[in-house]
C-alpha cells in the first residue's frame, strides 16, 4: 500500500485533522478508521502503543487494503528506526513520533514517506527541516505554549508546516485558535474519538463527530 509521499503530506493538509487512535483489537480499530475515513478523514494515525501493537496495525492494513484502499493508514509515537521499519514494511504511509530520531527521518526518506517528528522550540524545528521533514509535530502542543507559540515560530519561519498533537480539542473555540496561529494539520485523539463513543461502539456517532470536525476546518480556512 505504498503510497505518493506528496499525495499524502497533501492528503493530510487538505482534510486537517488526523484521527489518532489505538485499540488492542483488530476489529474495534477497523470500525473506529472506516468511521473516521466515512467522515472524512482518510489519513489516520495509529499509536504504536500496547503489547503486538505491530500485529494488530498489519491485519488493519490487510483488512483495509481489501476494504477501502482509499485509507491512509500512518504510525504514531515511533521513537526510533526498527520500529519505524517494522511499520512500514506493515504498510505505514507516514510516520509521526514525540520527539525527532535523525535515524528515523533518514529511513523514512529513504523509502519516501512522510516523517512528522515531535518539536518544541523553534531550534528543534529547524533541526526537523534539515532533516527533511516537511509537517512538524509540535508536541506536546499546549505545554510547549499552544497557538501563541505557533505564531512565535511562524513569524521567523513562515515556511514551517505544524501539526500540533496534545491540547487541540475538536471544538470551534480551540480549532479557531489554532488554525488561525496559523497550523496546516491537527492531530487529536481522545477529544475526536472520545470514550463515551468509543465504549458504546458508537461508530456512526465518531463518523458524524469526525465529519463535523472536517467541515468546521474548512469553513474557518474559508473564513466563515
Known sequence: MARDRLKTLAAIIDQGVVPV???PDTEVCARVIQACANGGAKCIEFTNRGDFAPHTFLEVTRHFAKADDSVVMGVGSVV??????IYIANGANFVVGPMTNPDV??????RGIPYSPGCGSATEISEAQELGCEIVKVFPGESVGGPAFVKAVLGPMPWTKIMPTGGVEATEASLREWFGAGIVAAGIGSNLITKKLLDAKDYEGIEKKVRETV???KAIRAGK
Open 21 to 23: 487512535f489505538y485499540h
Open 215 to 217: 467541515a468546521l476546518i
Open 105 to 110: 527521518a533518514r529511513l523514512c526518506n529513504r
Open 80 to 85: 526510533d528506526a526498527p520500529t519505524a521499519g
